[in-house]
């Protein structure tokens, strides 16, 4: 079996709360809380401090509801899959997306109506597993739900294997409230047979933290390394890089 048919996208794992994959000899039993190791080391966080006062829920009016982080004061950075309406092969309706930075248990510093997104057009939801390093999704907020110095710059170079990351998400669990994983690392880049790249870490994340930025330290800043997409059966997952933003349009 490659690592690729060993992990788990979120969007595959909304569909069904228990999936049997039927091996020759044993069947193996999708986890209730896939990306969570045995030692669980989430963690409460402040969030009216950076970089958790830069992370919001993302809210559709269907229900849905993921993670995501401003890259500007009214534009966000999630996961595609999270946009995605599996029952009708579509993705959803822009105006139906909500952004709630901040938010803690019913309240949160800001709020806006998503106007526009932008998905790559690589990234097939059908098709999770062979498209998953395009799985990042750039929300146009109607107006501004932060300052500049509310944002997360995003790293222009991939992180080294051994370097110490965190990542935290509104998860299943504890859906009303960010935890965070602030003792993990980079595990490897992992490059698809098409020459994409993920990067593969062991942080502890759930559903639910799709869409979070994966963050490390860069000459004493916080700066995003990637978004959260992909978990694994056990401890950790995998994040899409985002080198290749560039300017945000208007």
Same mark, same amino acid.
């Given at each position: 079996m490659t690592q690729w048919a060993k992990r788990l996208s979120f969007i595959g794992?909304?569909?069904?709360?228990?999936?049997?994959? /039927?091996?020759?000899?044993t069947a193996q039993v999708v986890p209730l809380r896939p990306g969570i190791g045995q030692n669980d080391a989430r963690q409460s966080v402040d969030m009216f401090q950076l970089p958790w006062s830069a992370i919001g829920r993302v809210q559709t009016e269907l229900g849905g509801r993921c993670t995501g982080f401003l890259i500007a004061p009214n534009v966000v950075e999630t996961a595609a899959h999270c946009l995605f309406i599996a029952r009708t092969g579509y993705f959803i309706q822009p105006h139906d997306v909500h952004f709630l930075r901040a938010y803690d248990r019913g309240?949160?510093?800001?709020?806006?109506?998503?106007?526009?997104f932008l998905v790559p057009p690589e990234y097939d939801p059908?098709? /999770?597993?062979?498209?998953?390093?395009?799985?990042?999704?750039?929300?146009f907020l109607e107006a501004p739900v932060g300052t500049r110095a509310e944002t997360l710059p995003v790293a222009q170079n991939l992180p080294t294997p051994g370097s110490a990351v965190v990542l935290g998400g509104y998860e299943q669990d504890f859906s009303e409230v960010v935890r965070s994983d602030l003792n993990c690392q980079i595990l490897g880049i992992n490059r698809t047979?098409?020459?994409?790249?993920?990067?593969?870490?062991?942080?502890?994340?759930t559903r639910g933290s799709s869409g979070a930025p994966l963050l490390g330290q860069q000459n004493g800043a916080w700066t995003v390394f990637g978004v959260q997409a992909l978990a694994n059966y056990g401890r950790g997952g995998a994040a899409v890089p985002l080198i290749d933003t560039g300017p945000i349009p208007p």
């Open positions: 794992l909304a569909l069904t709360v228990m999936l049997v994959t /039927e091996t020759s000899a309240h949160y510093a800001a709020h806006a109506r998503t106007v526009r059908r098709r /999770e597993a062979a498209t998953a390093a395009f799985d990042r999704a750039t929300l047979t098409s020459g994409h790249v993920l990067i593969d870490h062991d942080c502890d994340a």
